[in-house]
């Protein structure tokens, strides 16, 4: 056990210099980000590319992304600790983190959208002098309850397995962290009591959250169905999302759980048999979303009802079908062609690569599922055409090195497995003999 | 004290008959006027982004060497179901009593939903701040809003006017009449194809032309039940 | 385990997790240890019988009751309100059901998450706080038992031998202070410094008064505003000639008595009883500016009222006097002029 909290610790206690350059470097594009978003409230929105009669864009479909990635956490360690898999062990962390991170920038894309983004407590429901009130029948409210219960929920998630660790790190690493530690760690001493309370919330909390998670995606994909925009008026939408959103979202782990590996020589805890689980997982979502995508296109088809045909014919034959086949390589064929092969499954880095690809070709499938019905509402007059401009690209790309830089400066705050967990794991292998 | 006169409820619609419009865009011109419409010059309409309350859209009829252009005004059709007003989170989009799609901009925060919810593509966005090049700011209407950066306009069926008409019946102790209230469209319409009324007066021009065989609504299929009535002979 | 008092010692031993035997508990329990006394500290959880038992905690139904209520909350929320705030939207009833079944939902799961983690929470404070430090140990896999016993008794000694007899590795006394260790006052401070970030951040929502003066929110009330820089007035509202017949100056008069003159006093200088209590000083209407306006003008001030710079300065007449009554208030206003 004594291995465990060396190994594990160690990556909280030293900084190499490449540490230090990296946080400069993410540091400086999310200062640009932070520049554009800044240029663009002081001019307008219109420093985007939206126009009439696309009025939702990038920015809509980086938060339906963060948002879909924010499931990775829930999925993985929330199913998986129902199942009571014991290969979730050196996961949980990893996913939980990304859970709380992804969740964050999602909501901030929230903000890049709104118009007047200086208004955004409007949406808050509580008694005021403007005597208004939020419209609970919009979607964007549910949206907005959801969401906030989601990163309540999983915020309590990523904390709640913390506790015993942080009492470790509260005695173990001194300077500036120590009285957050103090703090954080509630007085833990690691009593029974403790324990069974612990143990306790964790199993009460762990369904609810996974509830939470497909209500949340849910409720983003009825965004959507519940409008009268052709392509988007559909009842397949909210089971579409949902696995949509744990297909990026385990790939991401995949891309975590690889660079964690390598950066931090955790071999002995990450191994290839949990890449191999991995690539099984997204198989498996692979397949869902597949027949979800073929059952809503053939509908579509056969029914032949033009409103819905223009779109499905620019996204197949017409200006979208570029993206949508290269979409369709990344997300499909590529995991298909790959993770079924038992060989490729043991390789984390290409488990890691294929997650590249499918959150790549997921961040276009957000896309194309936002714009192209969009850019044919039924009456003809109007057809559009929409390419994001470069406000809105260094917003998405600062974003992304928020994300990272937020990774980045957790890992020196939280052990990026949990170490209990894992003594625990180790205990029931010496007991369980395997 | 106040209310000595009460009359019946309105519902204020409009009939377009197609027959009689010849695209002139007199009414587009005057909407601008009337309602302080942002000037957006030839970069923001090479955009798309063009704000216009009414447009004229046009289609054609018959097959070549016989084509004829016809014209279609657009504007916000009032939807007795409009679907861009429950999707608004914070109430900036609903129904008024009288039957109007009310846009309050400043509740509005621009979510942009109600855009993307309108299958005519009636409503606008001000990607920017407003702005007249002199002497054009000369000329607003005080009576009207100038809508600030990042909220969502559309055409309100001239809104400060119904109420200029109400208070006027109110200080001479009437009731509304039929043609006191006209908007800015329809008082500049030179072949009187637009036609603006109470729906609720079965006597009222509007009804009347409302009633005609002729009349068909835009997108009738997708039940928003609009409050402009298009007239058009079936050839 | 209750607080420590100065009459009590503590006893810690130590134990190899393999070496730890499970008849212990049940040993000094026999040797007349209270269950309250033992503390086991393990740095994961052990679910072996022979356990201290820990006291019981419905945390489950706790965290059911807590879902009802947020059920019902966000039925309130979702439904209730709506009634309160009947504002009709294209073709959706006031309460729509499937909205309030979505919201109360997600309600009810942030209400149960929620208050199980705080009760969690509260449970784990109330916990000994001041107890010895944890031995480091632990976490390397060690089991500590923590006794806490009454200093000088019998038992220190029975207890001693039993712990022994099952193989501790260590054992060590340690005498209960009062004091409080150091780390509970940086404890303090650190939890005040998080709280008043946290406030801070709470304020960062900007204050723009963009379209401030506008402010209509009952529908089709006029707009509050005052004319865009450069607009064109227009009279056409004005209709009705002023006939300013003796009736109707006097039944102004009496109105201006009634609404107008605490603040415009009996005579229209602006000298009413509450002016030393307003801030803004009420206009004087036999001033030229005043008089200059044309009726249309001054008949609207009546009806919406006047606001300087978004704050209101004189309130709308529109709900308290008929149309005839703001007029006939006008007509005696314009009569101030003549001395």
Known sequence: MSSINRDLLAPLQSATPAYFLLLIVLGAIVALGAGAWYYQVDTGIGQTNLHPPIFWGVYIASFIFWVGASHSGTFISGVLRLSKAEWRRPVTRIAELMTFISLMIATLFVFFHLGRVWRWYYLMPYPNQRELWPNFRSPLMWDAIAVFTYATASTIYLYLPLIPDFALLRERIGGWRKPLYRVLSLGWTGTQNQWQVLETALRIITPLIVMVMVSVHSIVGWDFGVSLVPAWHSTIFAPYFVVGAVHSGVGLVAIGLYVLRKIYRLERYIESEHFDKIGKLLVVTTLVLAYLYFAELLTIWYAKSPDHMWVVDALLIGPFAVPFWFMAICIYFIPLATLTNPAFRRWPLGVMLVGVFINIGMYIERVLILVPPLTYPRLPFNWGSYFPSWVEMTIIVGSLALAVLLYALAVKFVPVISIWEEKEGLVHGTRHGT | MADTNKTKSHKWEMVIDLDRCTGCEACVVACHAENNIRISGEDEASEGRAINWIRIERYWEGEYPNVQTRFMPVLCQHCDDAPCEPVCPVYASYHTPEGLNAQVYNRCIGVRYCGNNCPYTARQFNWFDPHWDPPLEEQLNPDVTVRQNGIMEKCTFCVQRIRAGKEQAEKEGRPVRDGDIIPACVQTCPTSALVFGDRHDPESRVSQLARQDRAFHLLESQGTHPAITYLKRIA | MGPVTEHEITVRALFEPSGYPESLVEKLRQAGVPEGAMEIRSPLPLHETGLVRPAPLPLHRIAIIAGLVGLVLGVVVAG??????????????????????????????????????????????????????????????????????????????????????????????????????????????????????????????????????????????????????????????????????????????????????????????????????????????????????????????????????????????????????RHSVVTYVKSLSQP
């Open chain 3, 80 to 325: 209730g309100t709506a009634i309160l705030y009947p504002i009709m939207t294209g073709g959706k009833p006031i309460v729509a059901p499937p909205v309030v079944g979505i919201i109360s939902f997600e309600t009810m799961m942030l209400m149960a998450i929620v208050t199980t983690f705080v009760t969690m929470l509260i449970r784990l404070r109330s916990e000994r706080r001041d107890a010895v430090e944890r031995d480091p140990r632990i976490d390397d896999g060690l089991i500590e038992v923590v006794l806490s016993l009454p200093s000088n008794s019998v038992q220190l000694q029975l207890v001693q031998t039993l712990l022994k007899q099952a193989g501790a590795l260590e054992i060590r006394h340690h005498h209960a202070t009062s004091s409080i260790p150091p780390g509970v006052e940086l404890d303090r401070r650190t939890t005040a410094g998080m709280l008043v970030v946290a406030w801070l951040l709470c304020g960062v929502p900007a204050c723009s008064r963009d379209m401030q003066d506008q402010s209509s929110y009952q529908s089709q009330e006029a707009p509050r505003i005052h004319s865009p820089k450069g607009s064109v007035p227009r009279d056409s509202r004005l209709l009705r000639k002023s006939l300013t017949t003796q009736e109707e100056l006097d039944e102004g008069a009496r109105l201006f008595r009634i609404n107008c003159s605490h603040c415009h006093g009996r005579d229209g200088t602006g000298n009413g009883p509450v002016v030393a209590y307003l801030k803004e000083q009420p206009a004087d209407l036999r001033d030229p500016y005043v008089q200059g306006l044309s009726e249309a003008a001054l008949y609207d001030t009546v009806t919406y009222g006047l606001a300087v710079e978004g704050r209101d300065v004189m309130p709308a007449f529109q709900g308290e006097l008929s149309a005839e009554e």
